[in-house]
């Protein structure tokens, strides 16, 4: 990236060999990547994934250590015998010369965020990286951070800044990571609850009931609660409010005027328990978000250098 802060864009298109559902059945999947900003220290990198529901992929190896920071959709990563779910809301840890696959459960693709580090970054924030993909639990405060990064990055704030509020990022997730509680449930009943994740996931509007939820892995309510409580530690409801906070944050983030609209598409209630969510996740309102993004608006504006007339 030029130091006068303008972006570096390299688009590409991939298309990859994924095994569907059927088993021996193949399907092309196109994903573009784009690089929002670089630096010696960092590389901040938007994925853009169009990818059809779909079984395992083909197995990829990390050449690098590098982040993940999923804004919308829902995949599954499998390594070392492990599927773990992936939204919106947590960070992903994947470190160098680690072998994995993917699964897309659900239609509609992803996109996502992805950090690289210099190597001596990545120690510094991560000195006990286990050689394992590593996701933090749930955490909108997380989301939001990244919300604001992305926003300086795509408007050409200052590369310091920018550095700054990517590192502030990883800090999250080295926090987020070193809290990672152990589960104490059985493997089978791990494997039961992401599939609730899962399906929370991927559709957080719906006005779910423990009922409907246990009905689809066959669990009592009861068993559901007390097991997703146990896993993940946080309710299913207090689960479920975070997953619209965090889609909410992606529609404030993208421009999105009407609050009302936003509430009623995500299973609010109504915009005021939207806001009121956001107040007690965040600490902020709607309002302030927006004053956020317009503040790192101004800022990349100021820092923009002055053009010159020709004669």
């Known amino acids: 990236m030029r130091a006068d802060g303008a972006l570096r864009i390299r688009a590409r298109e991939r298309r990859y060999s994924r095994s569907g559902s059927g088993g021996n059945s193949m399907s092309a999947v196109r994903q573009s990547s784009e690089i929002l900003f670089t630096s010696p220290s960092v590389?901040?990198?938007?994925?853009?994934?169009?990818?059809?529901?779909?079984?395992?992929?083909?197995?990829?190896?990390?050449?690098?250590?590098?982040?993940?920071?999923?804004?919308?959709?829902?995949f599954t990563v499998v390594s070392g015998g492990e599927e773990q779910p992936i939204h919106a809301a947590v960070g992903v840890v994947f470190p160098h010369a680690l072998e994995y696959r993917m699964r897309h459960p659900c239609e509609g693709g992803?996109?996502?965020?992805?950090?690289?580090?210099?190597?001596?970054?990545?120690?510094?924030?991560f000195?006990?990286?286990?050689?394992?993909?590593?996701?933090?639990p749930l955490d909108l405060r997380l989301r939001h951070r990244v919300g604001v990064m992305l926003a300086a990055a795509e408007?050409?704030?200052?590369?310091?800044?920018?550095?700054?509020?990517?590192l502030d990022v990883v800090r999250s997730i080295a926090r987020g990571i070193g809290c990672r509680r152990t589960s104490g449930v059985s493997a089978s009943t791990s494997r039961t609850v992401d599939r609730v994740r899962t399906l929370l996931a991927e559709a957080p509007e719906i006005r779910w009931t423990l009922e409907s939820l246990g009905r689809f892995v066959g669990y009592s309510p009861f068993y559901l609660a007390r097991q997703f409580r146990a896993h993940?530690?946080?309710?299913?409801?207090?689960?479920?409010?975070?997953?619209?906070?965090?889609?909410?944050?992606r529609r404030i983030e993208a421009g999105d005027a009407s609050l009302a609209a936003i509430a009623a598409d995500l299973g609010f209630s109504h915009h005021s328990h939207l806001t009121a969510t956001l107040r007690r996740r965040l600490e902020v309102?709607?309002?302030?978000?927006?004053?956020?993004?317009?503040?790192?608006?101004?800022?990349?504006?100021?820092?923009?250098?002055?053009?010159?007339?020709?004669?």
């Open 43 to 74: 590389t901040l990198m938007r994925i853009t994934c169009r990818t059809p529901r779909s079984g395992l992929t083909e197995t990829y190896e990390t050449q690098r250590a590098w982040i993940g920071l999923p804004l919308s959709g829902v």
């Open 127 to 136: 000195p006990l990286l286990p050689e394992r993909v590593t996701v933090t």
């Open 155 to 166: 408007r050409g704030q200052e590369p310091l800044a920018i550095e700054e509020r990517a």
């Open 110 to 125: 992803d996109l996502s965020a992805t950090l690289g580090l210099a190597p001596e970054v990545m120690q510094e924030a």
């Open 285 to 311: 309102t709607p309002s302030m978000i927006r004053e956020q993004l317009r503040a790192t608006r101004r800022t990349a504006r100021a820092h923009q250098p002055a053009r010159t007339a020709r004669s």
């Open 232 to 249: 993940t530690g946080m309710s299913v409801h207090r689960y479920l409010a975070d997953l619209r906070a965090a889609a909410a944050l």
